[in-house]
């Protein structure tokens, strides 16, 4: 089970970290991605990380101004968000595969097996 948080409403060129809690002995053997889904849309990859965390995965939309991590300890995985832009806005889910992949990043949702309810990010001009 995941459940996201951290969204909120901020000012284009704002910061914003979004938290994905699971839940689930076999957190530590997934993959979790971001992704975002805006009014009218499909959803949108944004970012992914192996179980281990070696290995990251980024949209060419957000490269250099999201970093995603994780704490396996702490069962939580995080997006980092800096120099928000409107075009940000977006409902934002995390979601979660099991692999054994050390490098293993896929950004397609229907490779992705348990998904959370989503955190709304508003960014304002």
């Known amino acids: 089970q995941l459940q996201a948080s951290g969204g909120g409403l901020v000012q284009a060129g704002g910061s914003l970290r979004l938290s994905c809690a699971a839940s689930g002995r076999t957190f530590s053997n997934c993959v979790v991605g971001w992704f975002r889904q805006a009014p009218g849309k499909e959803h949108e990859f944004v970012a992914a990380?192996?179980?281990?965390?070696?290995?990251?995965n980024y949209a060419d939309s957000v490269k250099g101004r999201f970093t995603i991590s994780r704490d396996n300890a702490k069962k939580m995985v995080y997006l980092q968000m800096n120099s928000l832009k409107p075009e940000d806005t977006a409902v934002y889910y995390c979601?979660?595969?099991?692999?054994?992949?050390?490098?293993?990043?896929?950004?397609?949702?229907?490779?992705?097996?348990?998904w959370g309810q989503g955190t709304l990010v508003t960014v304002s001009s």
């Open positions: 979601a979660a595969v099991e692999s054994g992949s050390y490098y293993y990043t896929p950004n397609t949702p229907n490779t992705y097996d348990y």
């Open positions: 990380i192996s179980w281990s965390g070696s290995s990251t």
